[in-house]
T-cell receptor, first 114, second 114 residues
Framework: AQSVTQLGSHVSVSEGALVLLRCNYS??????LFWYVQYPNQGLQLLLK??????LVKGINGFEAEFKKSETSFHLTKPSAHMSDAAEYFC????????????FGQGTELSVKP | ETGVTQSPTHLIKTRGQQVTLRCSSQ?????VSWYQQALGQGPQFIFQ???????GRGNFPPRFSGLQFPNYSSELNVNALELDDSALYLC?????????????FGSGTRLTVV
């Protein structure tokens, strides 16, 4: 069965510092991987996704993630944090022909200190 | 293009009642998925509809049911509400049932069962 583990329910960084949010997945077949962001009282916004091809994926707002099959990881990074990055971040995994079922992690709340 | 809209935004119901939540898909999208997000948790997949047919379901009891209409809008119905049904219900649409396309989420309906 597929699963997602996000290491760290809360991450705090200073403005301008590196952001690193960790995600490990379990899947018996090559996965599709996603990162979503959720601002308070809002729905989910897609940051980036990996389906096939290049393992380093660039997304919106300066975020990127690298698919590492050997480590079953898909960590999210951003070189320099901005106050507006404070939000909840969710990693998700899916398989082909799964009827659109996304398996989400528990989420990581990112705080950015001035 | 319009995004995914959900109504109502907030709802309070009494245990044992029935509720209907509504979702209008993004223009050009023929696939709708519903998720339940309990407080402090990641979203959990309820089911998906593709061209008016259910084509995937998560681990939710039959009292959770849905419909998709010819214009690809959708409803989520929950019968015999329980206190644990209190959550944010998210609707997501896609232009195809292949998850690789990614999903656009609405802002959700906050359901409180008392």
């Amino acid at each position: 069965a597929q699963s997602v583990t996000q290491l760290g329910s809360h991450v705090s960084v200073s403005e301008g510092a590196l952001v690193l949010l960790r995600c490990n997945y379990s899947s018996s077949v090559p996965p599709y991987l996603f990162w979503y962001v959720q601002y308070p009282n809002q729905g989910l916004q897609l940051l980036l996704k990996y389906t096939t091809g290049a393992t380093l994926v660039k997304g919106i707002n300066g975020f990127e993630a690298e698919f590492k099959k050997s480590e079953t990881s898909f960590h999210l990074t951003k070189p320099s944090a901005h106050m507006s990055d404070a939000a909840e971040y969710f990693c998700a995994v899916s398989e082909q022909n799964q009827g659109g079922k996304l398996i989400f992690g528990q989420g990581t709340e990112l705080s950015v200190k001035p | 293009e319009t995004g995914v809209t959900q109504s109502p935004t907030h709802l309070i119901k009494t245990r044992g009642q029935q509720v209907t939540l509504r979702c209008s898909s993004q223009s050009g999208h023929n696939t709708v998925s519903w998720y339940q997000q309990a407080l402090g948790q990641g979203p959990q997949f309820i089911f998906q509809y593709y061209r008016e047919e259910e084509n995937g379901r998560g681990n939710f009891p039959p009292r959770f049911s849905g419909l998709q209409f010819p214009n690809y809008s959708s409803e989520l119905n929950v019968n015999a509400l329980e206190l644990d049904d209190s959550a944010l219900y998210l609707c997501a649409s896609s232009r195809d049932d292949r998850v690789a396309y990614g999903y656009t989420f609405g802002s959700g309906t906050r359901l409180t069962v008392v």
